[in-house]
T-cell receptor, first 113, second 109 residues
């Protein structure tokens, strides 16, 4: 069990650029979640997948955000036309179907300049 | 998302003392409750989960749940400097989690 991995760990981008993050869940976990965390706050839910199906998406997620999990394994989160307000830690977590316990990856810290 | 409130910090305790962290939640139908530890600059790490009323102990950690009062707590016994971190309370909202803002604990030697 190698845990949840995320890539890259840090990303600095200029406003208006597109960025893409990758998450590899724990191998037997079929549920995958994306959260965003800003300083002094708890993680905030963005979206989640069961296998390749995206089952829920937060109303806070603007149309500039899109996530995929094409083969039910790794997932990508893309942010188009980044804004300074997108600067945050983007966290991926995974769980087994039927379990509520979620295990987080190390996160991707995004800085938009 | 469901509301989760944690007692404001920071909380400073001497080494060897008990640290007590509190959390209340808004949805009486919530079933699963979690405590995560987050070191500065790192991601949250699951340390405890509790589903039934009462106490659950794991080493120096005890989680307490009172569904009637919509209250969950975490006790850290024999606090160590390595326990200095932010502790996040989370509640399930269907299969996603709703988090509180966290309580920062500092254990002073």
């Amino acid at each position: 069990d190698t845990g949840v991995s995320q890539d890259p760990r840090h990303k600095i981008t200029k406003r208006g650029q597109n960025v893409t993050f990758r998450c590899d869940p724990i191998s037997e976990h079929n549920r995958l979640y994306w959260y965003r965390q800003t300083l002094g706050q708890g993680p905030e839910f963005l979206t989640y997948f069961q296998n390749e199906a995206q089952l829920e998406k937060s109303r806070l997620l603007s149309d500039r955000f899109s996530a995929e999990r094409p083969k039910g394994s790794f997932s990508t989160l893309e942010i188009q036309r980044t804004e300074q307000g997108d600067s945050a830690m983007y966290l991926c977590a995974s769980s087994l179907q039927g379990d509520y316990e979620q295990y987080f990856g190390p996160g991707t810290r995004l800085t938009v300049t | 998302q469901k509301e989760v409130e944690q007692n404001s910090g920071p909380l400073s305790v001497p080494e060897g003392a008990i640290a007590s962290l509190n959390c209340t939640y808004s949805d009486r139908g919530s079933q699963s409750f979690f405590w995560y530890r987050q070191y500065s600059g790192k991601s949250p790490e699951l340390i405890m989960f509790i589903y039934s009323n009462g106490d659950k102990e794991d080493g120096r950690f005890t989680a307490q749940l009172n569904k009637a009062s919509q209250y969950v707590s975490l006790l850290i016994r024999d606090s160590q400097p390595s326990d200095s971190a932010t502790y996040l309370c989370a509640v399930n909202d269907d299969y996603k989690l709703s988090f509180g803002a966290g309580t920062t604990v500092t254990v002073r030697a």
